[in-house]
Structure formats: structure tokens, C-alpha cells
């Protein structure tokens, strides 16, 4: 995510392939919570600069995450 200049790029499409899971296909759902996880914690561990340049766009991606990732989780 942080190699080059197109992280806002990346990030609205992270977002929008995230906010465009279907969390419940039976063919996904075991590995959602896991995937989502994944992508959370390396929202999180992102260094402090790109952190505070994209801080809306990361923080609605972490949350995403946690929520999808466990809304999944408490289904299985």
C-alpha cells in the first residue's frame, strides 16, 4: 500500500471491494473474519505519516473490517 503515490487509489478500492463482500456466501464466509482481520491489523501497523494523510479513509477501513469480520464471526 505505502510502495507509491496512488494510496488513496488503493484505498478506495480496498474500501469498496470490502464494503462489496458478501460475507455470508457460503463459499467465503469460513475465511472472512480471518481475511478481514488480516487487513485490519495492516491498516493499523501502516507508518505514522500515511496514517495521518489518509486517517478518514484508514480509520472507515479499519471499522469496516471489524464490523464485517465480526458480524461473520458470530454467524459461524
Known amino acids: 500500500l505505502q ?3 496512488a494510496v488513496a487509489f488503493k484505498l478506495d478500492w480496498l474500501q469498496l471491494a ?3 463482500l458478501d460475507a455470508s ?6 475465511h ?3 481475511v478481514l482481520g488480516q ?5 493499523e501497523g501502516l507508518p505514522a ?3 495521518a494523510r489518509h ?4 480509520s472507515l477501513l479499519v471499522h469496516v473490517c471489524q464490523s464485517i469480520g465480526s458480524s461473520a464471526t458470530r454467524r459461524a
Open 39 to 43: 487487513v485490519k491489523t495492516c491498516m
Open 18 to 20: 470490502v464494503l462489496g
Open 25 to 30: 456466501n457460503p463459499r467465503i464466509a469460513d
Open 32 to 34: 472472512v473474519p480471518a
Open 55 to 58: 486517517r478518514e479513509r484508514i
Open 3 to 5: 510502495r507509491d503515490e
Open 49 to 51: 505519516p500515511l496514517l
